[in-house]
């Protein structure tokens, strides 16, 4: 890496720009996004969604090409959603939000935020206390009941990793950051190994096994003669794949990242973390749980016990490490927004709280297990505020109102950005909470975060027209 | 040096991933797989921090799923 690049490195790292546009000095190249990508969504939770299509009943031909085309279609939205708004305004999403919704409204979104971070970071105590368990021999089980414990050793085990994860977390975040990117080849590489092991203890070594498929369809007749039929199909994939990372691309949380660089074409740059983490790791995690069943007959996603029966000691090393690579910065993010809250309280109390609730969160395996539907609610609360930047951004003007309205009315709080996003989101959290005669099985959680998207957006332009009907433009 | 150390993390890389294709290929047994990939884990953890400058991404504070 040259000197000129590590300045440039250092000055988009240290958190300058925070309340102005990046400026032109600072930009970096389109190399840079991709070698960040890289080393990107392939993480601790990937151990866990991998399994759970198989579990869930997806076939081998739907999982192959939904999440081909799940993968392909959110690069596209961040290519085309996200990067034209970032280099235009170079601001990270919190600023912008700040500037349209004003700093109270920002910290409400920030303490949601936190709170599902909590819950995130809960799911990978849980895979990392799954690994730490191994050794020991302690029995990992998914109780019935969401809120049911798991066997005393094991919720002793995820209160002592939650302890060291939010001390950790409470000391900065520098630190486990470094440990991820030095990690991030490494857990690539771990994934490809583990699949093709897995593969292979299938007896799935040749191209006339892989191609029949088989192994995967033993796989799934085993596990729902056990747990019942179930349906995962193509289009479910799909926009599983598409809308997992809503909060990113929808949501516009990595406005914060594309606002440093310098052509659009940046913007293709997630397509290497979606293929790695998003396709070939899931694949392989799934694979993990095929082999487990055809080897001991035995559905339990336990990740630590999945990547041991792969890989030994480095899957057991390999799993504690992506849990707690991917809860440190949670649990760290989550104790920033309690603090905005508070802000006279000290960040590292604030962080502690949050590992705290993490911890909690993480001895309750069934939460964890429902993963697909967290990720997709997750995605559905924050993704709509991506389309309040988005109407801000391409339609105010055409409309005949001002940009940025609470920055120019010096507003804290703006109503119709609040309403934009509560109506749509509390519609989409009852269907997808609730059972309705449309959805008497309740509603998968990542179909309701486009409609959301949208709803939000065209709610926030008509109560803008109506609460603001007259603001005079700003040039 | 750095050389060197590049030259080792991508040996440590090549153990924890090779084997398992040679496994694959039926060359090789499961126990040694998982063998050659705690020493290929070892040596990448003990040669990579020496020379990977890979800078904190941009808001590493972020979350990934």
Avoid at chain 2, 17 to 25: G, K, Q, R
Wanted: negative net charge.
């Amino acid at each position: 890496m040259s000197d000129e690049h590590s300045t440039e490195a250092e000055t988009a790292t240290s958190g300058e720009f925070e309340r102005h546009p990046v400026p032109d000095s600072a930009l970096l190249g389109a190399g840079k996004f991709w070698g960040m990508y890289a080393g990107e969504h392939a993480a601790g939770t990937e151990f866990m969604i991998g399994p759970l299509f198989l579990a869930a009943g997806a076939s081998l031909q739907d999982l192959l090409f939904g999440l081909l085309l799940g993968n392909f279609l959110a690069v596209l939205t961040w290519r085309f959603l996200v990067t034209p708004i970032a280099i235009a305004k170079r601001m990270t999403l919190y600023y912008q939000l700040e500037r349209i919704a004003g700093g109270s409204l920002v910290k409400l979104y920030n303490v949601v935020n936190g709170v599902l971070f909590c819950f995130l970071a809960g799911a990978m105590v849980t895979v990392s206390a799954s690994a730490v368990g191994i050794p020991f021999g302690t029995l990992y089980e998914v109780p019935e009941s969401t809120f049911g414990l798991g066997s005393p050793d094991f919720t002793l085990i995820v209160v002592v990793v939650g302890v060291v994860m939010a001390i950790i977390a409470a000391a900065g975040y520098q630190v486990v950051a470094q440990v991820a990117n030095i990690a991030a080849p490494w857990m690539i590489a771990i994934f490809a190994a583990c699949g093709i092991v897995s593969l292979t203890q299938m007896d799935a070594n040749s191209i006339s096994a892989l191609s029949e498929g088989k192994y995967w369809q033993d796989a799934i007749d085993f596990v729902q003669e056990k747990d019942g039929v179930q349906q995962f199909g193509f289009w479910q994939i799909v926009v599983f794949a598409w809308l997992c990372n809503g909060a990113m691309h929808f949501g516009m949380a990595d406005l914060s990242i594309f606002r440093f660089a310098r052509s659009p074409s940046s913007g293709w740059a997630p397509a290497i973390g979606m293929f790695l983490g998003h396709y070939m790791a899931w694949i392989a995690a799934a694979l993990l749980l095929a082999a487990q069943i055809k080897l001991s007959q035995d559905t339990t996603a336990n990740p630590g016990a999945l990547a041991w029966g792969a890989l030994g000691w480095t899957g057991i090393i390999c799993v504690i490490i992506a849990g707690w690579t991917t809860a440190n910065p949670t649990i760290y993010r989550a104790g920033l927004a309690f603090q905005g809250v508070f802000p006279k309280s000290p960040r590292v109390v604030m962080t502690l709280i949050a590992g705290a609730v993490a911890t909690t969160a993480g001895a309750f395996p069934n939460l964890s297990d429902q993963l697909l539907g967290f990720v997709g609610t997750y995605g559905t609360v924050l993704g709509p505020m991506g389309a309040i930047i988005f109407v801000d951004f391409y339609f105010m003007r055409r409309f005949g109102m001002r940009e940025e309205n609470a920055f120019h009315q010096g507003n804290s709080f703006n109503v119709a950005v609040l309403l934009a996003w509560l109506i749509p989101v509390a519609a989409g959290l009852y269907l997808i909470f609730v059972p309705t005669q449309m959805f008497p099985d309740k509603l998968f959680a990542a179909y309701a975060v486009v409609p959301c998207w949208i709803a939000s957006g065209v709610i926030y332009l008509l109560l803008s027209k109506l609460m603001h009907p007259k603001t005079p433009l700003v040039s | 040096m750095n050389n060197t150390l590049k030259i080792a993390s991508l040996i440590g890389l090549a153990l924890v991933t090779i084997p398992s294709v040679i496994f694959f290929a039926g060359g090789m047994n499961h126990s040694a797989v998982k063998t050659t990939a705690l020493i290929g884990t070892i040596i990448w953890f003990a040669s990579t921090p020496l020379w990977m400058g890979r800078e904190i991404p941009v808001d590493a504070d972020n979350v990934e799923i």
